[in-house]
Each structure stands twice: as structure tokens, then as C-alpha cells.
């Protein structure tokens, strides 16, 4: 009993420094947490298709925000578009910038490690293993050009901002022609940390408190 307890407390620390340090982390139940700005992603990056909502996941703003606000998954209603303003209230950002301070702009930058002009699959990055059906260009059928991902802010003239994981741009366009290059893909975002399983820093840190007190009580004995 005591080398198992004794075990526990030296691997605890490194459970929590690991966890502490971490960008990305997977809750499991196809949810990716962001420990830096506080933000749980769907891990399918084109969930209105794959649930069977929408035929390919190309919609419009009005229905891509709809289907957002609407969502029910994790054990939570509180889905929503992500946001294109900076972290601090500020922009938003837009091309030609890397807008790396939008929540999108963070996933793609910070987050996956891409590169501003090139396609987020050319990253390196191991956290990209993370995501399924992020959409790019490369991965549209011929004719189909819809390679960008709506946002919730609004844009000039009616237009609502987009960010395109093709080339990391962030910009704006016309939300409701559905003829051309102006729909767009849907992608849920949660603000806090949906728990699936992964402790929270904090519960560790009890758990290896109380363990302290549990290996102490029994010297006493």
C-alpha cells in the first residue's frame, strides 16, 4: 500500500504540470479543449455533415448560426459560432494580417501551427491529429469552393467574417448568395471546459492532497 501511494504522489506532478502547460486537450467524445483561451471545440471541424443535419455542411450564415445556437452536444445547449474580435474585445482583425487573436485565428496559428498562404495540412503540428474534417480547398469536390468557416461577428454591409484554414485568412463577405463563393461550413465552439473524463489541475491537486494526508495518517499508526 505504501509504494502505491508512494507512486501516485511522484506521478501526479508531472499528471498536472502536463496538463497546466498544455494548449490543446482532448476531453475525449469528440471534444478538444483550449486551456489558453478557455474555448471547447468540436473535434469534427464539419459536424453538421457527419450528424447528418446537413448534406455537405455548406450553409449559409442565417443556417450556419442556427444550427450553432441550436446545437445540442457534450451534454450542453450553449454552442455557438466562434468569434472573429481579438481576445480583448479589439477588431476585428483581416487579411492580408495573420490574425492569430481571433479564436479561429488562434486555433490555426497557435494552436495547429499553420503558416499564413498555406493550407493548415502542411502543418506539422502532432494537435492536428486532434480535429477530423477540418475543410480546406483540398478537400472540396471540383466546383465546390466553399473552403471557409463562418464566424458569429458581423462584418460592412451586411457581410459576416469568415477564416479560411486553405490559407489562414480572416475577412469578410455576402452572407446570403448561395450562386458563388459566399457560403460557407459551420464549426461549434463552447466557451469553458466541457469535463469528459480528464480531471481538472484543481481536482488533482485534492486528490494529491488528500493522498498526502492518507500516507501521513498511516506513519502515525
Same mark, same amino acid.
Given at each position: ?8 504522489? *511522484? ?30 471545440? *468540436? ?31 457534450? /451534454? ?19 487579411? @492580408? ?18 503558416? !499564413? ?10 494537435? *492536428? ?45 455576402? !452572407? ?17 471546459? *466541457?469535463? !469528459?473524463?480528464? @480531471? ?7 486528490? /494529491? ?13
Amino acid at each position: 500500500m505504501k509504494n502505491f501511494l508512494t507512486s501516485c504522489l *511522484l506521478v501526479l506532478p508531472l499528471f498536472v504540470f502536463a496538463n497546466a502547460n498544455a494548449s490543446l486537450i482532448s476531453l475525449g467524445n469528440g471534444l478538444v479543449y483550449d486551456d489558453a483561451l478557455d474555448i471547447t471545440w *468540436l473535434a469534427d471541424a464539419n459536424y453538421a455533415k457527419t450528424s447528418g443535419y446537413d448534406a455537405d455542411g455548406i450553409m449559409s450564415w442565417d443556417a450556419a448560426n442556427n444550427w450553432a445556437l441550436g446545437l445540442s452536444y457534450g /451534454g450542453s445547449d450553449n454552442w455557438r459560432l466562434p468569434t472573429a474580435y481579438n481576445q480583448d474585445g479589439t477588431g476585428p482583425c483581416y487579411h @492580408p494580417a495573420a490574425c492569430t487573436d481571433s479564436e479561429m485565428g488562434h486555433l490555426f496559428y497557435i494552436d495547429l501551427g499553420g503558416t !499564413q498562404g498555406s493550407s493548415i495540412y502542411l502543418s506539422t503540428d502532432p494537435d *492536428l491529429a486532434l480535429f477530423s474534417n477540418i475543410i480546406t480547398s483540398e478537400l472540396i469536390p471540383t466546383g465546390r469552393k466553399y473552403d471557409t468557416y463562418w464566424t458569429s461577428t458581423d462584418g460592412w454591409s451586411g457581410r459576416k467574417y469568415y477564416f479560411a484554414f486553405t490559407n489562414g485568412s480572416q475577412w469578410a463577405k455576402n !452572407q446570403d448568395d448561395p450562386g458563388g463563393h459566399d457560403w460557407g461550413v459551420a464549426w461549434a465552439v463552447h466557451d469553458g471546459r *466541457l469535463n !469528459q473524463g480528464i @480531471p481538472e489541475p484543481q481536482t488533482l491537486l485534492l486528490f /494529491g492532497a488528500g493522498l498526502s494526508g492518507l500516507i501521513l495518517s498511516r506513519r502515525k499508526l
